[in-house]
């Protein structure tokens, strides 16, 4: 029984607690995957878990730190973080700080449904080619600024051709906000699996020690 105290139990605790870690982890990654649509990997593989030990019989399961920006923003509602494109726009005095820029139908996206990174690339190398960022622009993009005096919604557009009008095509729009709702709902999630599992897991960890205690 001493023995069971001192050694089995702790180890059995720690193994029904790193099995219940484990398999929130996996509820967190079906969570991730069901929320969003069409997620990338980085998201579907955010969560981390820190194992227990026989001294500390303490599992954490949390979001990766470097992606817990991306999805804070649809945990908690709100307004999302700027863009590589958008933190350009605001060096060069066309997109105020608190508006953002938002893809529009006809910018070219990833199997993800993001904007190309490339091409978004492209966007900002063209735009800086000549940093005027003006309508009527011989360039291939060009900026309508908030407030410009234009036919066009404020935004950044590429030209196609020598043609007029139609052949004008909106990359992306800038918008004065961009709300997110609450829809993830992660804590809330893996705290009632942990909660569900946890008893289970550590009962049938201290009955195979008690079963195999010598």
Known sequence: LQRLAEDQIPYATMVG??????AVQRASRRQLETSFDRPTPLIKGATRV????KQTLTAVVYIDPKRSPILQVHEEGGKRGRQALERFLIMQGWLPNSWRAVPSESMPRDAYGNPKRAEVNKIMAELSASI???ANSSRRCFVIRPGQRSHLTPGIY???SR???RAIMPLFLFVSTTQYRAILHWEPTVKTE???LLP???AKAIQRAMATAR
């Open 17 to 22: 607690i790193n099995s219940t870690a484990f």
């Open 50 to 53: 820190d194992k227990a030990t």
């Open 132 to 134: 005027s960022g003006i």
């Open 158 to 160: 590429r030209i196609r």
């Open 163 to 165: 043609s007029e009008g």
């Open 194 to 196: 942990a909660q569900r």
């Open 200 to 202: 289970d897991e550590v």
